[in-house]
C-alpha cells in the first residue's frame, strides 16, 4: 500500500536510560507518535517495538517498561484517540448537539490531530483479520460510531433530522465523509489534487459541510 503519512516531529536525542520524571510525559507522547505512525505505515505485525524505539531514540526495554506488550502498545495508540472522542461524543449528546455537521467537525479534527489513526484503524479494525477488531467491537464501538444512531433518533425525535433517515446509515457516511480523505491521502493527494495543507484541509471540510446542508444542487 503506498501511502504518504506525516512525519514524526524532529526529536532532540535522549540517552537511552529511564528519564527524568518531567521528561516522562513527553517521551511516552513520542512513543504513541511514532507507534501510530509506524502501526499505520507497516501494519501492526510488521512493525517491532525494536523499530519504535530506536526512532524515538530509546530502548525497547523503556517502550515496554511504559506500556507493557506490543499489542498493550497498540491498544494505548488507540486509546490515547478514541476515549476523548466517545467522550466528546457523550458531552454533544448531553447538549443537545446532534446536528451532522457537529458530527464532521468533530471527526475532521480527528483526523487532523492524528492522521494516521483513519489508517491504522482500517488496517487493524475495519478489515477482516485486523488484530483489534474484537476488543474495539466490544469496549469502544458502543461509545463512537455505535453513539451515533442514538445521537441521530434523537435529533429525528426532536423533528431536527428527516425521520427517513436511517440512523446507522447516517453514521457511517459522516464517519465516511469525515475520515476517509485521510486514509487515500497517498491517492488522492497525486490524483485528484487534494490538498492536505490546512488551508486544503479546512477547503475539504468546508465541501464536506456544504455538501450535508445543500446537498448537490447549484
Known amino acids: 500500500m503506498n501511502t504518504r503519512f506525516e512525519q514524526s516531529p524532529a526529536r532532540t536525542r535522549r540517552g537511552r536510560g529511564r528519564p527524568a520524571s518531567e521528561d516522562a510525559s513527553g517521551l511516552r507522547e513520542d512513543i504513541l507518535d511514532e507507534a501510530e505512525a509506524r502501526f499505520a505505515r507497516k501494519g501492526y505485525a510488521a512493525t517491532s517495538v525494536r523499530e519504535i524505539a530506536d526512532a524515538v531514540d530509546v530502548n525497547p526495554a523503556m517502550v515496554h517498561y511504559y506500556f507493557g506488550s506490543k499489542h498493550d502498545l497498540l491498544r494505548q495508540v488507540m486509546e490515547r484517540v478514541l476515549e476523548p472522542l466517545g467522550e466528546a461524543l457523550a458531552g454533544m449528546r448531553a447538549r443537545g448537539e446532534t446536528a451532522p455537521e457537529d458530527i464532521v467537525r468533530l471527526l475532521s479534527g480527528v483526523g487532523r490531530r492524528h492522521p494516521n489513526l483513519p489508517l491504522l484503524m482500517m488496517r487493524e479494525v475495519m ?13 469502544l464501538a458502543p461509545r463512537l460510531g455505535g453513539a451515533l444512531p442514538g445521537i441521530f433518533r434523537e435529533a429525528q425525535a426532536a423533528g431536527h433530522l428527516p425521520r427517513d433517515l436511517d440512523p446507522g446509515a447516517l453514521a457511517l457516511h459522516l464517519m465516511a465523509l469525515s475520515l476517509f480523505p485521510f486514509i487515500v491521502r497517498g491517492v488522492a493527494e497525486p490524483a485528484l489534487g487534494i490538498d492536505y495543507s490546512e488551508q486544503g484541509l479546512d477547503e475539504l471540510q468546508s465541501n464536506a459541510l456544504r455538501i450535508l446542508q445543500r446537498g448537490l444542487s447549484p
Open 127 to 139: 478489515l477482516p483479520g485486523g488484530i483489534m477488531q474484537v476488543q474495539f467491537l466490544e469496549t
